[in-house]
């Protein structure tokens, strides 16, 4: 076997080794074939495409290549088709040969051979060799000569299997080093992806260790919103049930919400369905609220509440509020068993007390409960308060520094007023006065308060106290929202009395008064309580009454003809004045 | 002149409820999915499947958008995780949705949304994603896990075919049967293995019967095809 001249060797083995795109390497290594076998004047590199199983043309010198690349060469059609089928080189010199072997070719491929051609119509000579590779032919080589059937030689056939060797060399080398960098490609976007993951993962374990570390140390709300706020850098917010805030951050940014925002779509949704909605403002769509509900066992506790802005809501920051959610709502059932339990307590407390037995173990409960033996005490009753109403009573006795213990009940409230033991009688009768002041001034409070007593043995009387005071408050027609046993005078004595008591002694008193009025449809009675109410006093009688003064003195006089009293004797007055109080208390309504 | 077909049925409650799968072939690197419903033309609304990016199935309560979204998504280079997160933060009723994500690197990810109808689930396997709603009962899913994970040395649109059907045998959508759909994509703007029933006793039967009976015309020849019309040039008649 004759080599090819070493110049020709170099010169080609520096063309596959530059730093060229694939198709102008194939290109150039077409070129140089031919140029290294003189009588090649024109040919084809052809590769095989394993995804059609055709071979297609990647190379071409001396045929028109926008024609020729529409060429696709099944295995074993025309010369190229065979060599890549048979994996042999062949050397074809004479026409009938070269027709015979490209008569299999395809209406279409022969066609665009045809008129690809600038030369001729067929070839008078041609050499084909495979590019082997590994047991595999990845393509063929094809060199034409359209002026001489014997220019194509042997040794040409030769030089060109050793340039198709190199040349599938520089080919699987190119398509490895493209694959490489693929692979490389791959490996970037897949490590970028797994950062990506992976930092997002960490914002979320990072966040989810700070929360459960507050949980167990015992912090509530605001070290859970504090540590929120510094891992998403948006104003975020805690809402109770009716949109009121509990606590915001940044402190300078008070929270807001649209009006009517409890009605809002997208808040029923999150109220339905206990889930997180990121609600788009109306007035700026370029604004949003990220709503996470805070549910409890089996209820809606309250809302936690991010406005977003233009930004992006990175998917972490959703998990995270989410937990944070979660973490809110258990602090918060946390919280509230404990209270229920402190409730319960105070009402074991309470109901010991009001029995008004006093033993080591009760004295013990009271000390931990602030109250001492010592102390004043006094029992307040109201009906069930309103959440701003118990607010308000909050702010009075925290305003006024009176510690007090509350215990609701399904039909009322009761606090037990507690006024320290140290303080002096006109202290502690100061401190006891400004109260029922503050009280009475607050108009959304109605109260049956008893008298203060000393020591816890005592609180059951004013608890008493406080249950007549009640009664009274709940009669129709009281106007009064606030009353203090201390101020209720001879009424005292007259809720100590039986009904039918009071109305004997009523009846012993006033009787043929009351028999007048009725039969002779009469108003002595009245008359004769205002006479009462008004302490004698002629004219304030006649102005309530709307009567002329010689009227009132005529009833007056057969008032006290029929009672056979006279409003002059000290005695007998007394009594008047006793029955028409009865009078009062038992018919005011 | 219109002709008016009767029918019986009662109107659709547009509870595209379905069984689907996602998957990746980890040798060709193609994706496809496969669903089926007891919902006319199940196809149309999903699954959306991009050969170069993954895929989205959605069902449920059908948000069809939440697919061509979910690709664009995709496209831009996130994962999965990301890509469902996102399309979750932007659907107000994503506790209607099932929604499946695949992404480039066969990756999954997955949500059933607490408003869908039991029995609901998904199952997450190695580059292959399972999910239904209103499935007939609790094997539906491990049916179809098994069927697609045994038959490893067949085309991707056949396993996705086996899975479909032993759903299908394991009661698959608790309603009935009325469509189903395949895809498999290769190339981007050359439709691959996509095959629609929509509207059919046996669906699933039939989309078989039609991947079967075309696939040498379709299948096949789809590469030679491509090839042919990136190059402006006509396919020859095979034989």
Redesign the interface.
Known sequence: MEHPPIHSLMRFMKTIMSPVHEEQMLQLILQTAIDSIPAAGAGFLFLH?P??N?L?IQATVGYLPAVM??T?LSSGEGISGKVFAERMPIRINNLSELQSAMSNM?A?NYKYYVESSTQGETPCCCISVPLLSDNRCIGVITLDNFTDSQALTEHDLQTLQIYCDLATIAIEHHRLFRQVQEQNHELF??H??LR??HE?LQITMDFHNQINNLAAKGYGTPEILSALYRNVKMPIAVFDLLLTPIDYLPAEVTPHLPDQFLQHP?MQ?VQR?K?W??IVLEEDNSQSIIVTPIVGTDRLLGYLCAWTGNQE?M?TN?MIFEYSATVLALDWVKKEAVQQSQMRAKDVFFESILSGEMNMSLQEQARVLGFEQEDHYAVMLMQPLSVTARHSFESIMSQLHIHYLLVERHHHTIIIVNIAGHLNKEERQSQFQLLLRELRRDRQLSSGIGRMYQGLDKVSRSYKDAEQCMQLLLKEGNQQRLIYFGDLGVIRFFMQQSREELEEYLNDVLEPIIQYDQQKKANLMITLVSFVKYDRNLKNTTQSLNIHHNTLYYRLGRIQELLGYSFDHGDEWFNVRMACQIYLYLYEE | MPIFYPTDRPLADFKCNTFAIIARCPQTKRFGAAAASKFPGVGAFSPCVDPEYGVVATQGWMNPALGPRGIELLRQGLTANKVLDDLLMEDPGRDLRQVAVMDRFGHCAAFTGSENDDVKGHLIGDQFCLSGNLLANEDVLPAMKQAFEQNTDIELAERLLAALKAGSDAGGDRRGKQASVLKVAATPGFPYVDFRVDDHPEPILELERIYYSNRSVLIEQYYDWVDTVMKGIPLEKKG
């Open positions: 495409d995804l059609i055709k297609i690349t529409m696709r395809s279409f976007l897949t970028d992806a990506q993951e997002r997208a949704w369905s889930k909605q990121r809501v998917s959703k």
